[in-house]
């Protein structure tokens, strides 16, 4: 492994913290691989490479915020890590929570192409709000 590599596996390693959802046992054996690694190529601490979208902490939303948007329109959301998607219709919508940004994509005959890119989580309600389908409720007002 180079050097370039070990830095940048290491500042990855970083970032596995409980606020981002880490389990406390993963989050030690992040560490202590970070650790290692480290200390096996000297690493010293102030080279190793931070993630340059990283958010802001008091605006970035976690995936929780955008399932809960989903939920209010009965649609089901899927997510790993930092990324999520669902389906409205016959348009795909992938999530990217660390950038608060969603893509619109819809089929194409080479595939999906891009046909929307916002950020943020009102947007997102905004959009489903015109394109999810309606809710109807059977009980009586």
């Not at 080279?47 to 939303?61: D, L, W």
């Not at 999906?112 to 989580?121: A, F, P």
Request: proline letters at 5%; glycine letters at 8%; a positive charge.
């Amino acid at each position: 492994m180079n050097r370039e590599a070990a830095l940048r596996k290491a500042g990855l390693l970083r970032r596995v913290v409980s606020e981002r959802g880490a389990t406390p046992a993963e989050f030690e054996t992040a560490t202590r691989l970070a650790q290692k690694l480290a200390d096996d190529l000297a690493l010293p601490e102030d080279e190793i490479i931070r993630r340059s979208h990283e958010p802001n902490p008091n605006t970035r939303r976690s995936w929780v915020y955008w399932e809960q948007a989903t939920s209010e329109f009965g649609i089901g959301m899927n997510h790993f890590g930092s990324h999520g998607n669902l389906r409205v219709g016959d348009a795909l919508i992938v999530i990217d929570f660390d950038r608060s940004q969603w893509t619109v994509k819809k089929p194409s005959p080479m595939g999906y192409r891009e046909v929307l890119c916002k950020t943020g989580l009102d947007s997102f309600r905004d959009f489903l709000r015109q394109h999810a389908p309606r809710r109807y409720s059977l009980g009586y007002a």
